[in-house]
């Protein structure tokens, strides 16, 4: 059954009387709190908080929350969201040859798992595209060349804001975004690296990890910023290697721990669970 909730996420100067204050406002109103989570940065002296709660018998439309609850989120100074279980964000998926990670987001996506429309995946190679066909998904081929790099980006943005996307996806998309693109979509674009953040950044990053000999293979969520690779982490995990692994070896594994990885992203931002912070990300269970 799906939930009729909303979702409360805060960030604020830590102080006193915050946590009371949230949740005198919700009691005043009739809310049955369902999940409620909070984490101080003692260095930044930050609050960051969120609350999930059952709309059955809640006193208030979204409209009224926000006008009743702006005394409060200005005594605290409070930067706050309110999202409701019922939106569906409308996500696009960007791919290029690689196709795992967009198959296992498709599946996820079928199987119920991301609360989410997909209107269309996105490819500067068609390769893709008889998946999108057998989920029945609309595919638009977008090659990208050096000297049609900013043609190309406008294109993908009109069709973005035709589709009323709000979240995108790079499902091993292989082309570098400009600094104007991420600008229209700031905090709203996750990719997929195939290391473990911070270490082999860019291309080749298995290639490169075989040639220092590391024993531990990684994949990165995170959100893109204009810094290559450098956006704040969602999520990682590792598989351990061996000296008898090769190349191919190493990508092979890589792939499992990307598609995990990407989905678990994808799935936290949908569910309203990801606060940003000082190029950090806190992810509440």
């Known amino acids: 059954m799906t939930k009729n909730t909303a979702t409360l996420l805060i960030s604020c100067p830590d102080r006193k009387g915050l946590v009371a204050g949230i949740a005198d406002f919700l009691y005043r109103h009739n809310a049955n709190i369902l999940h409620a989570d909070q984490h101080q940065d003692s260095e ?112 993908q943005l009109a069709l973005l804001r035709h589709h009323h996307v709000d979240l995108i996806v790079l499902a091993r998309y292989m082309q570098v975004l400009s600094a104007d693109f991420i600008r229209h979509y700031p905090s709203r674009i996750i990719n997929i690296h195939h290391s473990f953040l911070p270490a082999f950044l860019g291309a080749k990053p298995y290639h490169r990890a075989f040639e220092r000999g590391v024993k531990l293979i990684g994949a990165t969520s995170h959100y893109v910023t204009e810094m290559l690779d450098d956006g704040p982490i969602i999520e990682q995990d590792v598989a351990r290697i061996s000296h008898r692994d090769a190349i191919d070896d190493l990508i092979q594994k890589g792939r499992d721990l990307e598609k995990i990885v990407l989905s678990r992203g994808v799935r936290w931002h949908i569910e309203n669970r990801i606060l940003l912070y000082a190029n950090k990300t806190v992810v509440f269970d």
């Not at 709309?55 to 005394?71: C, S």
């Not at 791919?95 to 296992?104: E, F, K, T």
């Not at 119920?112 to 995946?121: A, T």
């Open 44 to 155: 930044l002296g930050l609050f960051l908080m969120r609350v999930e709660w059952d709309l059955h018998d809640f006193a208030l439309t979204p409209e009224q929350f926000a006008q009743l609850f702006a005394p409060i989120a200005e005594k605290f100074e409070m930067q706050w969201r309110l999202a409701l279980s019922t939106h569906r964000p409308r996500v696009a998926i960007f791919v290029s040859r690689y196709d795992h990670c967009l198959v296992d987001l498709l599946y996820r996506h079928q199987a119920g798992e991301l609360h989410c429309d997909i209107p269309l995946i996105i490819g500067n190679h068609d390769d893709t595209r008889w998946i999108a066909d057998s989920y029945g998904i609309p595919f638009q081929h977008i090659p990208v060349h050096k000297d049609s790099k900013e043609e190309a980006e406008k294109t």
